[in-house]
């Protein structure tokens, strides 16, 4: 018997309601010719993976209000990162150097769109040219100060694509403090929140990124996110070694059964789901006639519910049983 099927499926809070844009299925299309162009699905069975993984509906449930060719621009972006994380994750993990050089190039890339020629050999031609396309269809929706933002949650993200790299290499689990406050960079939600704002011709303004509840919830929504993929990845990441999962650091760090470190993990979740729940409340009741702030809060609750319903319908995860949900606090 599998450690999995040790366990009932454990329930998890989401009380938002699913909502996902009718440009999903043309969207999804759109993006199967895009990567392939881009050379991007090569590799014997990728084009099947790659349709099974949805990457669109992710895009169109956590912007479901988008245009199409926002969707397009946002589901670009979510291919360029998994394929950049599972290359970091996996083909350069033995080899920390270049590894490092395409971190580097990759925000070089980014803040002067000067990188070195390394850039296409140490992530390949294809990414490096998708990459390249994203950043210049994104650059002209934006300010200065949101890329100066959105470049430092890149670099962000890409130090703990490197952590969980080293750690791999060392066979090293991590803390629990640790590994959550890297799994909130490696997860790249503050890159992908940061997002909201050209999907919807926008520009938060300063003082509501200061806002200490806007920080909350920015925070708290991340969280949630990264916990809830461990919850349905564990068993995956079980089977490989891996130790990069908040199950694992409750299991190793509190010498906890598996069952309770599931458990473990689940009060997490809600507890950081309750959290976010009481600042979207304060916020949108000081910010409810601001049509910026509603959109820059209200697709935070949309990414936290289009995670939780596209990684059941998403070929990402199809060797794990999802968590069922339950729509209210006990």
């Not at 995956?236 to 199950?247: F, L, R, T, W």
């Amino acid at each position: 018997m599998t450690q999995r099927g040790l366990l009932a499926s454990p329930a998890v809070l989401c009380p938002f309601a699913p909502r996902i844009s009718p440009h999903a299925g043309a969207v999804q299309r759109w993006s199967l010719q895009w990567a392939t162009r881009h050379g991007l699905l090569e590799r014997p069975g990728a084009r099947a993976a790659f349709a099974r993984a949805r990457f669109a509906n992710l895009m169109a449930r956590a912007h479901p209000d988008a245009g199409e060719a926002e969707l397009r621009l946002a589901t670009a972006w979510l291919i360029s990162i998994f394929v950049l994380d599972d290359l970091l994750e996996r083909a350069l993990v033995r080899d920390p150097e270049p590894a490092q050089a395409a971190v580097t190039e990759v925000v070089r890339l980014l803040r002067d769109q000067q990188p070195a020629p390394i850039l296409s050999t140490a992530l390949g031609r294809p990414l490096a040219s998708a990459l390249r396309e994203v950043w210049r269809r994104t650059e002209p929706r934006v300010g200065p100060a949101w890329r100066e933002r959105f470049v430092a949650h890149v670099a962000d993200y890409l130090a703990g694509t490197l952590w969980e790299a080293g750690n791999r290499a060392a066979d090293r689990p991590p803390l629990l403090e640790e590994y959550g406050r890297m799994r909130h960079h490696s997860a790249a939600t503050d890159m992908f929140f940061d997002l909201i704002e050209p999907m919807h011709g926008i520009e938060l303004p300063q003082p509501l990124l200061d806002d200490p509840d806007f920080v909350t919830a920015r925070r708290t929504a991340g969280t949630v996110i990264g916990i809830f993929n461990d919850l349905i990845s564990w068993p995956k990441e079980a089977a490989i070694g891996d130790h990069h999962n908040i199950v694992f650091a409750f299991q190793h760090e509190r010498r906890l059964p598996l069952p309770d470190a599931v458990a473990a993990a689940v009060a997490e979740h809600d507890e950081r789901m309750l959290e976010f729940q009481v600042a979207r409340d304060r916020l949108e009741t000081r910010y409810w006639d601001d049509r910026t702030a509603v959109i820059g809060i209200g697709d935070l609750v949309h990414w936290i519910r289009g995670n939780v319903d596209w990684s059941m319908e998403s070929g990402r995860y199809a060797a794990a049983e999802p968590p069922a949900q339950r729509p209210h606090a006990d």
